[in-house]
């Protein structure tokens, strides 16, 4: 019933108001207030934390993430898990590069019982001994099966080559040992250091009120303590720029992904960096990168390009996969694509189509309360502004061919790519291979 409602719920984004809410205890939230169907969904971040484990204990933010809801106060594993399912109330959390997120989903009149939930797993978490090594059990066994998935290993090997030495280059979840090392002090000591309200972001939406989201906002997080302790991240530029590395493995095909810097979001070209790539990749079936890749030549089922701006590095990214005997001609195709954008920008043609996906399919996305409250909280993290969904278009529209030329200029060299293949590559000149087996 409750996924059920949560797909009946939605509002076009130029419709949507955003109230800003400060609890008696001083937390701000926003909130998109809707009494149609009785639904809250709430999610929240804490900045910054576990973007960089202890030296040693490297997956120690994950396995928070997967413990939290493992038992909290009087309720064991079995129990917490039982008072959620009894109820229909959805609570989760998950260990990012920049962040630390949770998100809760209640129907209205269980929220007291999600409230404090939600209470106890930030608050009063167990990490009993059995609770931990299940979750334990399970990220390690996670991380043995994506080693023979040649996409993770390209990922991987991407991250580890461009930030050598930095949280980013390092495997979220952890490594096969690290992770033994993590015990429930670990965790605890997680928690009691890095969930501080000064680096806490808060959204929700649904059928609530301001009044009483600014009580649930204190009953949940107003114990936690007022600042948390973490460790400094530096500002990281990719390296190995110009480097063409193959991992050898056993496979039909041959994975590719490559990149090189980016743009950050806060940047005012972001708006043109993202018609661009559009344009080049992000379009599906419409992108350059398919029509010539794919539609052109049937050389992958599927290529692709995207944007990421992380809190300390940014990067233009693509992809995607070719038979072995084909990489060498596909990926001279993906760099022909990349230099064709940075010397001649798009058409008006483009620009137009780029223009009217972008904006016509942004409302779209409001598809239920969780969508929405999680669009608010990327909007809170980037700074965007409380008014920054009525503006959204016109930052769209305002953008130009000259701006489009611009930034892939500014971004796009092939020259400059950090590209990884995974597989038995042929036709492809490598700088370094990395032999995982013939």
Do not use: C
């Not at 204990?57 to 809801?69: H, V, Y």
């Not at 960096?273 to 794919?294: D, K, P, Q, W």
């Amino acid at each position: 019933m409750l996924a059920l409602l949560l797909f009946l719920f939605a509002l076009p984004a130029n419709a949507i108001e955003i109230k800003r809410v400060v609890s008696p205890g001083g937390i701000e939230a926003w909130l998109v207030e809707d009494h149609k169907n009785p639904i809250i969904a709430l999610e929240w971040a804490f900045e910054g934390v576990g973007a960089a484990d202890p030296k040693g204990k490297d997956g120690l933010a994950n396995l928070a993430a997967r413990t939290l809801d493992e038992g909290a106060g009087p309720y064991d594993s079995q129990a917490f898990a039982a008072k959620l399912q009894d109820n229909a109330i959805g609570l989760g959390f998950d260990a990012g590069r920049d962040a630390f997120t949770g998100s809760l989903r209640t129907l209205s009149d269980r929220r007291d019982e999600a409230f404090e939930l939600a209470r106890l797993a930030l608050n009063e978490p167990r990490f009993d001994p059995e609770a931990v090594e299940r979750m334990r059990a399970a990220v390690l066994s996670s991380l043995r099966r994506d080693q023979a998935d040649p996409n993770y290993v390209a990922r991987r090997l991407f991250y580890a080559t461009a930030f050598p030495n930095h949280p980013y280059g390092d495997e979220i979840r952890g490594t096969l040992e690290t992770l033994p090392t993590i015990g429930p002090d670990d965790l605890r000591a997680f928690v009691k250091t890095q969930f501080g309200r000064d680096r806490l972001l808060v959204t929700a939406t649904g059928d609530i009120t301001p009044d009483d989201l600014g009580r649930a906002v204190d009953r949940i997080f107003g114990a936690l303590p007022a600042k948390a302790t973490l460790p400094t991240v530096a500002d990281a530029e990719p390296k190995g720029l110009g480097e063409t590395l193959v991992a050898t493995r056993p496979t039909a095909q041959t994975v590719m992904l490559m990149g090189q810097p980016g743009i950050k979001r806060a940047d005012p070209d972001w708006y043109a960096a993202t018609v661009m790539n559009y344009v080049l990749g992000g379009a599906g079936f419409g992108s350059r990168l398919m029509e010539e890749v794919r539609e052109k030549r049937g050389l992958s089922y599927g290529v692709y390009s995207y944007l990421i701006s992380l809190d300390h590095t940014a990067l233009v990214m693509a992809g995607g996969n070719t038979v072995n005997a084909k990489a060498g001609q596909a990926l001279d195709i993906m760099r022909q694509e990349w230099k064709r954008m940075a010397e001649g920008g798009v058409t008006d043609q483009e620009l137009a189509d780029a223009k009217t996906y972008l904006t016509g399919s942004f409302p779209l996305q409001f598809s239920s309360t969780q969508a929405i409250a999680r669009i608010l909280l990327s909007v809170r993290r980037d700074r965007l502004g409380i008014d920054y969904l009525d503006k959204r278009d016109a930052l769209i529209n305002a953008v130009t061919r000259d701006d489009v030329q611009r930034v892939a200029k500014r971004l796009l060299d092939p020259a400059r790519l950090l590209t990884v293949l995974v597989g038995r590559p042929e036709g492809v000149t490598a700088t370094k291979t990395i032999d995982g087996g013939s």
